[in-house]
T-cell receptor
Framework: DSGVTQTPKHLITATGQRVTLRCSPRSGDLSVYWYQQSLDQGLQFLIQYYNGEERAKGNILERFSAQQFPDLHSELNLSSLELGDSALYFC???????????????FGEGSWLTVV | GESVGLHLPTLSVQEGDNSIINCAYSNSASDYFIWYKQESGKGPQFIIDIRSNMDKRQGQRVTVLLNKTVKHLSLQIAATQPGDSAVYFCAHRPSSGGYNKLIFGAGTRLAVHP
């Protein structure tokens, strides 16, 4: 158990809908990262928050947004869902804000999103 | 462009043998590399990392080797066990676009046979 908690574990929704994925980082971690894992794209970095502020942005679509709250939990909002958004969405956390040795990034178990 | 790739998509080994998983990267300025293990139905699990100022780093039953000349990274697992069966990802931190994201390779599946 990495200590990163994600909910829901599984989610099925229809095209055009909006969903929210939730993440609680490990105790003491200030950074939260979101990754998308699909069969054809592999693990793709979406976005990172550090202590409530956006720190880095990756391949995140405009239909997607995220935020980190004062209690450090984070939410990833996916809207106008398309079939291609079906994937496993991982949240990860680390103590610091920079990817480096000593600042290990721990992943949660993921949220399976199926868009039908 | 930047990429991290793997030479072999699937590696089958006998229990007790040593395993070597390879990874090539294209960004010669990358300065930090990580290996993750992902078991079925679980999230990636950190195994070991190495900075570009090192050639080798050892952990418990695992060794990571970095050859910056040919931009090659490898993960060696000693005395492979059935519990090592998983998909292994290499990842690197690109030198541009911010220090706060990792680029993952496609993954290699390691199958350990008794």
């Amino acid at each position: 158990d990495s200590g990163v908690t994600q909910t829901p574990k599984h989610l099925i929704t229809a095209t055009g809908q909006r969903v929210t994925l939730r993440c609680s980082p490990r105790s003491g971690d200030l950074s939260v990262y979101w990754y998308q894992q699909s069969l054809d794209q592999g693990l793709q970095f979406l976005i990172q928050y550090y202590n409530g502020e956006e720190r880095a942005k990756g391949n995140i679509l405009e239909r997607f947004s995220a935020q980190q709250f004062p209690d450090l939990h984070s939410e990833l909002n996916l809207s106008s869902l398309e079939l291609g958004d079906s994937a496993l969405y991982f949240c990860a956390s680390s103590v610091g804000g920079q990817t480096s040795s000593g600042n290990t990034i721990y992943f949660g178990e993921g949220s399976w999103l199926t868009v039908v | 462009g930047e990429s991290v790739g793997l030479h072999l998509p699937t590696l089958s080994v006998q229990e007790g043998d040593n395993s070597i998983i390879n990874c090539a990267y294209s960004n010669s300025a990358s300065d930090y590399f990580i290996w993750y293990k992902q078991e079925s139905g679980k999230g990636p699990q950190f195994i070991i990392d190495i900075r570009s100022n090192m050639d080798k780093r050892q952990g418990q039953r695992v060794t990571v080797l970095l050859n910056k000349t040919v931009k090659h990274l490898s993960l060696q697992i000693a005395a492979t066990q059935p519990g090592d069966s998983a998909v292994y990802f290499c990842a690197h931190r690109p030198s541009s676009g911010g220090y706060n994201k990792l680029i993952f390779g496609a993954g290699t599946r390691l199958a350990v046979h008794p």
